[in-house]
């Protein structure tokens, strides 16, 4: 039987708050406990991916990294929802545009998942599972963007195991059918939380375009998640 500490996070029992918000990289979790929270400590530094805990407006909040990729999300939001806990997650990621309605830095929220990955076999289901959100968590996000002033567009997005294709051509259908935009890990962030009776969603920021020229630099990466990052941060305040 797994304890705490688990293997992957090195946190005792009490330190992670009920949310935590999720970047895929930890440099990213780093830099949100250190802009935006307040009393924040360091409760993981395992295999490099750093967990923060501190407060944002008074409310106790964690951030930590995810890692590339469905299994490496799989992992950890794994075992912040059944050993540490935990109730709420929200990732927080970059995401390649499908669709020609959206531009550089826009925010995307997932109300649904579509993947390529086999990751959902797992759960031995019987047909196809429609990975979606907590609807609470989404309605929260739409409210606080309206409030924040900021324009979100709520849509399916793409959960695939593959950064670097062959070509585009397998993305073209997934367009077609109106998927929005692509990343790599909150397939299994959707099928943890449902499996355990939890809270996730998903919020990107648009990165890069697929179809067409246009990519955000590393330094423009870092300076455009920051409305996603207070957003997320808001909606972390109305939770439990």
Known sequence: MVKIPTPHIGAQAGE??????????????KFVAESFLTEAFCFTKVRGMYGYTGRYKGKKVSVMGSGMGIPSMGVYSYELFNFY????????????SLSDKLELKDIVVGIGV??????????DLPGIYAAIPSYELLS????????????VTVGNILSSDIFYADSQKDLKP????GVLAV?????????????????????????????????????ERQEGVSDMIK??????????
């Open 16 to 29: 992670i708050a009920k949310t935590v918000i999720m970047p895929g990289d930890p440099l990213r979790a």
């Open 85 to 96: 806990d935990v109730d709420n997650i929200i990732r927080i990621g970059t995401a390649g």
């Open 114 to 123: 579509c993947t390529d990955s086999n990751y959902v076999k797992h759960f």
């Open 140 to 151: 929260k996000t739409v409210e606080k963007a309206k409030a924040l002033n900021l324009n």
């Open 174 to 177: 997934w367009a077609e059918m």
């Open 183 to 219: 990343e790599m890990e909150s397939l299994a962030l959707y099928l943890n939380a449902a499996r355990s009776k939890k809270n996730a969603l998903c919020i990107l920021t648009i990165s890069d375009k697929i179809f067409k020229e246009g990519s955000l630099s590393s330094k």
């Open 231 to 240: 957003l997320a941060l808001e909606v972390a305040l109305d939770q439990k």
